[in-house]
T-cell receptor, first 115, second 107 residues
Framework: DTEVTQTPKHLVMGMTNKKSLKCEQHMGHRAMYWYKQKAKKPPELMFVYSYEKLSINESVPSRFSPECPNSSLLNLHLHALQPEDSALYLC??????????????FGQGTRLTVV | AQRVTQPEKLLSVFKGAPVELKCNYSYSGSPELFWYVQYSRQRLQLLLRHISRESIKGFTADLNKGETSFHLKKPFAQEEDSAMYYCAVGSASKIIFGSGTRLSIRP
């Protein structure tokens, strides 16, 4: 299995709702990522987990709360979002190397609309 | 500061013509350079990486450390090459993307 699977594919939520995005991979990768992609823009890194520990938080607002319950799963908990948070949220995974970069495998994304 | 610059938002060429998508980077240390591609309605996927020195779908990219460039080239464009192309730089579990170039191949 060489896929990263994200659910749901689409999500519409109100500004007072709490929802979660889910991501799963079974490639044995120990690094998992959340990216945010606005229309016609490149993916922007939000969070990186390495060996199930949060290693990078790119100054993301606290209304986004990541969680890595085990080496195969990555969640992004959403609460009190704003309409400008509407975007495609991409999950990715990769192997971990301390001294170099490596290929990341991306999911199809969750299209989030905040109303 | 880590930065990847793709100066062209859109590149339109005729089928059979050569293609060059430009990428310049600014990065301390020894990063890895990648080209990712996103075809219409498909997920973002790796096209090639500089350390493998492979030719994928006829595309090649040479890392020029002196010019800090990693331009993507293909001698003869095909219609199925139409897609969004992102240059990326990575180091120790962090991948930064350029702004992307949309390649459009005209028949």
């Amino acid at each position: 299995d060489t896929e990263v699977t994200q659910t749901p594919k689409h999500l519409v939520m109100g500004m007072t709702n709490k929802k979660s995005l889910k991501c799963e991979q079974h490639m044995g990768h120990r690094a998992m990522y959340w990216y945010k992609q606005k229309a016609k823009k490149p993916p922007e890194l939000m969070f990186v987990y390495s060996y199930e520990k949060l290693s990078i938080n790119e100054s993301v607002p606290s209304r986004f709360s990541p969680e890595c319950p085990n080496s195969s799963l990555l969640n992004l908990h959403l609460h009190a979002l704003q309409p400008e948070d509407s975007a495609l949220y991409l999950c990715a995974s990769s192997q971990v190397f301390a001294d170099r970069g490596t290929e990341a495998f991306f999911g199809q994304g969750t299209r989030l609309t905040v109303v | 500061a880590q930065r990847v610059t793709q100066p062209e938002k859109l590149l339109s060429v005729f089928k059979g013509a050569p293609v060059e998508l430009k990428c310049n980077y600014s990065y301390s240390g020894s990063p890895e350079l990648f080209w990712y591609v996103q075809y219409s309605r498909q997920r973002l996927q790796l096209l090639l990486r500089h350390i493998s020195r492979e030719s994928i779908k006829g595309f090649t990219a040479d890392l020029n450390k002196g010019e800090t460039s990693f331009h993507l080239k293909k001698p003869f464009a095909q219609e199925e090459d139409s897609a969004m192309y992102y240059c990326a730089v990575g180091s120790a579990s962090k991948i930064i993307f350029g702004s992307g170039t949309r390649l459009s191949i005209r028949p």
